[in-house]
């Protein structure tokens, strides 16, 4: 419910077309992120941590590099990949909301992904170790699709703080054991 009420705010606020300096030229780097403490068993935890380089290749347009990770309990996903945004701009028409921009993004990587999936006894070396967990490490790499919607709120003329929803798909399972994702991040974006 929360996801949804965040994609319908940033629907509305989208609808209008950011007196920031988001124009051609301008570089903006990017942490975000997420800390899940309350998984469903037997994960106990999740983080999600993405960085990213764009450049304004037009006036409120950027193309970057993104490198997604994600872990918990059983598992751990890279992800490497080209991006582009569209930073919309609401200072014209309510200054008020000129330190407000909304975003949507979109993008591509190649992910990978180890998951530690329990075992039956049957597939079990009887040669095990006492002390050795009764898990096996499978392997994933896939092509994932990317699409991002959300708010950048400029707390000075290079410095924004954003919230935004991202989704994820796979051409195999490399998020967790699932080949999708769904993920509310925080985090902080400079330009230069």
């Known amino acids: 419910m929360k996801k949804l009420m965040v994609c319908a ?9 950011s007196a920031q300096d988001l124009s051609q030229g301008r570089n903006e780097i990017g942490l975000s992120g997420n800390i899940k403490l ?4 037997p994960i ?48 014209e028409r309510w200054p008020n909301l000129s ?9 591509i990587a190649l992910a990978t992904a ?26 994933s790499t896939g092509v994932a699709l990317n699409g991002e919607a959300g708010l950048k709120y400029f707390i000075s003329d290079s410095v924004a703080l954003t919230g935004s929803f991202d989704f994820s798909w796979s051409s195999d399972d490399v998020f967790g054991g699932s080949s999708s994702a769904k993920n509310i991040l925080l985090g902080l974006r400079a330009y230069f």
């Open 114 to 139: 180890e998951i530690d999936k329990p075992t039956r006894i049957s597939d079990i070396d009887l040669d095990v170790d006492r002390g050795e967990g009764l898990t096996k490490t499978e392997s």
């Open 99 to 107: 330190k407000v921009v909304p975003f949507v993004g979109a993008g």
């Open 38 to 41: 309350d998984e469903p068993d």
């Open 44 to 91: 106990d935890y999740q983080v999600d941590l993405d960085v990213k380089y764009g450049y304004f290749v037009r006036d409120r347009i950027q193309v970057g590099a993104n490198v997604g990770v994600s872990a918990n309990d059983l598992s751990w996903t890279l992800s490497l990949g080209p991006y582009a945004e569209y930073n919309f701009d609401l200072g």
């Open 9 to 17: 705010l940033v629907g509305l606020v989208a609808a209008s077309v």
